[in-house]
């Protein structure tokens, strides 16, 4: 059997520029897609905390170390330049791959930049 789990996130990522006449669908700092572990052209599915959007689409390579999140294409429709998202990759992995298998978990500050790493999410208490 196989199953679909979270590969990598950068949570709270917020939305820099809103470009429905680009190419490409998201632009991410290089510097972050690398920190993420997210491939250029890999699917990723984008979270918007601000108006509850939820879409799939796929990342794209911007300038390093720049702080650029682009939501771009038909996808501009679904953020606007301020909007906090959360934006995921997910792999198909073995139950013998899942069992040790670590998520990279990256936590952004408000100018997309890396506060914190971590491999888990912690458990939700009451």
Do not use: W
Request: charged share 20%.
């Amino acid at each position: 059997m196989q199953i679909s789990l979270l590969k990598s996130k950068l949570h709270h990522a917020n939305v820099t520029h809103s470009e429905l006449e680009y190419e490409g669908s998201c632009a991410i700092d290089g510097a972050l897609l690398k920190a993420a572990n997210i491939q250029e052209y890999e699917q990723i599915h984008i979270y918007n905390l601000d108006n509850g959007e939820r879409f799939t689409t796929y990342a794209i390579r911007a300038q390093e170390d720049s702080g650029i999140i682009s939501v771009n294409g038909a996808a501009a429709h679904k953020a606007n330049p301020g909007d906090r998202v959360i934006i995921c990759t997910y792999a198909i992995l073995s139950q013998q791959e899942a069992s040790v298998f670590k998520p990279t978990l990256i936590y952004l500050n408000e100018a997309n930049q890396i506060k914190d790493t971590r491999t888990a999410i912690p458990v939700q208490v009451a």
